[in-house]
């Protein structure tokens, strides 16, 4: 991720950034320009899309849930690229209601609180996290980013989606090196992996046609979508493709990032972290309040559809709005001591997850992934703590994807 920032100049001090945030917000919850130009940073294009059009960049909590709450007007049709078949490569990320609402309703069914507590944890999450706390369990120190956050998410998908063993390994390298924005890779290594990706979905799509089993693949099969005026009928299997690479994309480094975030803020806060341990029912509330800290995805964008007012501002139809969750999260005006991470703190909701139409598919799956990974590792690991001889670690990366720049621990 820190090399990813790097490579596109977008490396930022995660930790110096946020006064300047503050700062900016004083002057007022929406403002003109990009926010790397308010903050003085190289301009980097991150959607297609948004290129050569006017920003505006939103900063209060109040203002960015007023623009999520409003689709109609705040599209998130920005965030695609454009490809020749005119296919939505981002699958319902890229879509408006009310198709986005149609294609939703066939995947939402496996992703709501009892199929991850139910179906997603006893599929997948507890037998990679037994498996890692084994493997782990062997030394007496570990880099929990790497040796642990990082293969979870990325396994628990994989075979939800329905891979396994060298597929799923060959899926994963091949799916990483055709979305990497690194320098390292050409367009060309770029291409040849996204070839790799879409014909073994499709590979796997085509078997499961012939032969279901309990994998998200064989579910989608049976879904039906129903259009607004059309008569209902199956996904396509590029339907089906679009649903699984955005959940690929959209649930692997997310809940990894995230994971380690809150791993970090309760080792680096030990009474919080003794607390946790003494009472495993406040491990939700870390959770919530890691998400509220730093949100891994801070940023999201969306495409003005008509000329409309935000807080004092005409926007023009044809602008874009930059949408700073992570700043929302840390507004003054919503939490006392915003900058504090303190899991005891009246509950309110945070904006880590999106809100409204778009609101995270995958976050249950997500929170049951980090509960669970938190849980197994205060039961298996007593006296888990910071390797006082390892650097410290500090939150990194760039303005969109933010984590922990590693997690070595003392295991014993
Ligand atoms: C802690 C980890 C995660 C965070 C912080 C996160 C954050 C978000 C946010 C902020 C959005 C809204 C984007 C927008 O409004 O434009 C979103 C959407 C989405 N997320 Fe997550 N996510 C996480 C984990 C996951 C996981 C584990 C999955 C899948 C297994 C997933 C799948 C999706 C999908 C499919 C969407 C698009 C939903 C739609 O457009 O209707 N996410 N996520």
Redesign the pocket.
């Known amino acids: 991720m820190r090399r990813e920032a790097e490579a596109i100049g977008n490396l930022v001090e995660v930790a110096e950034i946020m006064p300047r945030i503050h700062a900016l917000r004083d002057e007022g919850p929406v403002l003109k320009g990009r926010l790397r130009e308010l903050l003085g940073l190289p301009l980097h294009e991150r959607h297609a899309r948004a290129a050569g059009r006017p920003h505006w960049t939103v900063l209060s909590f109040e203002a960015v849930e007023a623009a999520?709450r409003n689709a109609a007007v705040f599209s998130?049709s920005v965030?695609g690229h454009d490809n020749p078949a005119g296919e939505k490569t981002m699958?319902?990320?890229?879509?408006d209601p009310p198709v986005?609402r149609a294609y939703?309703r066939t995947?939402q069914p496996r992703?709501n609180m009892p199929e991850a507590m139910g179906w997603w944890r006893e599929h997948t999450i507890d037998t990679i996290i037994e498996r890692l706390i084994a493997r782990m369990g062997r030394g007496d120190r570990a880099d929990l980013n790497l040796d642990y956050c990082a293969r979870i998410?990325v396994y628990?998908?994989t075979t939800?989606i329905g891979l396994d063993g060298d597929e799923a390994l060959r899926f994963r390298h091949a799916y990483l090196n055709s979305t990497s924005s690194s320098r390292t890779v050409t367009m060309e290594q770029r291409q040849a992996n996204a070839k790799i990706v879409e014909s073994t979905v499709l590979g796997l799509i085509a078997r499961r046609r012939q032969e279901p089993k309990d994998d998200l693949v064989s579910f989608l099969i049976t879904m039906k979508l129903l259009m607004p005026g059309e008569e209902p009928r199956a996904l396509t299997d590029r339907e089906i493709m679009a649903?699984v690479k955005?959940?690929m994309v959209?649930?692997?480094g997310?809940?990894w990032?995230?994971?380690g975030i809150a791993l970090y803020a309760l080792l680096t806060h030990p009474e919080q972290l003794a607390a946790v341990r003494a009472d495993r029912s406040l491990v939700d509330d870390a959770v919530e309040e890691s998400?509220r800290w730093y949100?891994?995805?801070p940023y999201?964008?969306?495409m003005v559809m008509e000329d409309t007012e935000l807080y004092g501002h005409a926007i023009p139809k044809g602008a874009v709005l930059e949408?700073g969750?992570g700043p929302a999260n840390r507004d003054p005006a919503r939490w006392e001591r915003p900058d504090e991470y303190d899991l005891f703190r009246p509950k309110k909701t945070n904006?880590?997850?999106?809100?409204?139409?778009?609101?995270?598919?995958?976050?249950n799956?997500?929170?049951v992934?980090?509960n669970r990974g938190i849980n197994a590792l205060l039961d298996h690991f007593p006296n888990l703590r910071l390797d006082p001889e390892a650097r410290a670690p500090f939150m990194t990366g760039g303005l969109e994807q933010q984590g922990v720049s590693g997690l070595p621990v003392l295991l014993r």
């Open positions: 999520l998130n965030q699958g319902i990320l890229e879509m986005h939703r995947i992703f998410p628990t998908i939800a649903h955005l959940v959209a649930g692997g997310t809940s990032r995230q994971m998400l949100p891994t995805a999201f964008y969306r949408l969750l904006l880590a997850f999106g809100f409204g139409t778009h609101r995270c598919l995958g976050m799956v997500a929170r992934e980090i």
